[in-house]
């Protein structure tokens, strides 16, 4: 079983910057990746980011590059979200999960984090 938990959300506004943290505990962390997931009132939930275990590998949407950095601390077993640049389109709950896919999607996540409110102001 993986566990995690996000923290670090808030309300900016626009232009601002904000880190998000997401906590995970567990055995065989190693195994996932570990993405970043938002959803945004009456939209469905979309993928932001993910990163290797090991943070060899990284990808971002396109809504996000360039704007957000995902890392990753193995020590403190936490991946963090860097989202500078805030737009108020960025507006959403984000969520942490954890994947056996590189490519994670709605269909493939194996555990989810219970979400952490951003909320950013014109």
């Known amino acids: 079983q993986v566990q995690l938990v996000e923290s670090g959300g808030g309300l900016v506004q626009a232009g601002d910057s904000l880190r998000l943290s997401c906590a995970a505990s567990g055995r065989t962390l190693s195994r996932y990746t570990y993405s970043w997931f938002r959803q945004a009132p009456g939209k469905e939930r979309e993928f932001g980011a993910v990163?290797?275990?090991?943070?060899?590998?990284?990808y971002y949407a396109d809504s996000v590059k360039g704007r957000f950095t995902i890392s990753r601390d193995n020590a403190k077993n936490t991946v963090s979200l860097q989202m500078n640049s805030l737009k108020p389109e960025d507006t959403a709950v984000y969520y942490c999960a954890a994947s056996t896919s590189v490519v994670p999607n709605l269909n493939n996540i194996n555990y989810w984090g219970q979400g952490t409110q951003v909320t950013v102001s014109s």
């Open positions: 990163i290797s275990w090991n943070g060899a590998y990284t």
